[in-house]
């Protein structure tokens, strides 16, 4: 028995560590009683009185759920690679949507065609509770509010958008992978600068998603850089989290 709590206390002893190193499993709730998972990575070498950037990653309709781990299926373990820690120190925040939510919208849209997303949704309750998670790390002092970013890809990629149009106070770039939005909202993020990527054989959100969003910001003077891939399907994050210059573009974009 003896044995077993020694071996049951260095289990968590372990794990701790590995939490340290790592992303740290949380759960956030909200004032109202509303409940959210996520992951935290605080910046590698952490020093006191430095402010840092914030990174906020939004994942597909896949990995939706209720583990607080399939979040990170695509893309984690970008942030946890130790070139990209040591260069780009940052806190990574990765919540899970539930697998009843859908991101920005209240269901999942009949329709991915542009101009036939929603146009005037109010905001969901998830992503309500996810701005108030947002909240409290920027009244943290170690975070840089010049510099906050948000990611997404595929439903994460179509809440990047959302999220930038209603909060563009508040994030420095926006990166959408394979999302689409109605172009006709955009003209409300124009002070984001946004990097979009897309497969042009994607079969799940169509590639017109992201031309005519790059379309739109660029009508509307937004800073805005498009990257399409040819002959992708929709896993477009693959080539786009391989881009070489993906964390030093992200990380040199300031308000």
């Not at 979040?71 to 697998?99: D, I």
């Not at 108030?132 to 990611?151: C, G």
């Not at 926006?174 to 002070?191: D, E, F, M, W």
Request: glycine letters at 8%.
């Amino acid at each position: 028995m003896k044995k077993l709590l020694t071996l049951f206390a260095l289990l968590l002893l372990t794990a701790s560590v590995v939490a340290k190193q790592g992303n740290e499993k949380k759960v956030f709730v909200s004032p109202q009683g509303d409940s959210l998972q996520y992951r935290l990575l605080r910046p590698e070498g952490q020093k006191p009185g430095k402010k840092y950037p914030l990174v906020l990653f939004l994942h597909g309709a896949g990995e939706r759920g209720s583990d607080n781990e399939k979040q990170l299926t695509h893309g984690g373990q970008m942030f946890l690679n130790p070139v990209n820690r040591e260069k780009h120190p940052a806190f990574v925040l990765a919540p899970q949507c539930p697998e009843s939510g859908y991101w920005a919208y209240h269901a999942r849209p009949t329709s991915f065609v542009p101009a036939e997303m929603p146009l005037n949704e109010p905001i969901t309750p998830i992503f309500k509770t996810l701005k108030e998670l947002l909240d409290t790390y920027l009244a943290l002092p170690e975070v840089d509010k010049k510099r906050v970013y948000i990611i997404g890809l595929s439903m994460g990629g179509m809440g990047t958008y959302d999220m930038a149009i209603r909060y563009p106070e508040v994030f420095a770039a926006a990166v959408p992978i394979c999302g689409t939005v109605n172009p006709a909202r955009l003209k409300q993020a124009k002070s984001v600068n946004f990097r979009i990527f897309h497969g042009d054989a994607d079969n799940v959100v169509p590639v017109e998603g992201s031309r005519e969003a790059y379309k739109a910001l660029k009508q509307v003077g937004a800073k805005v850089e498009y990257i399409e891939f040819p002959g992708c399907n929709h896993g477009s994050w693959t080539p786009a989290f391989g881009t070489p210059d993906f964390m030093e573009w992200l990380f040199k974009q300031k308000k």
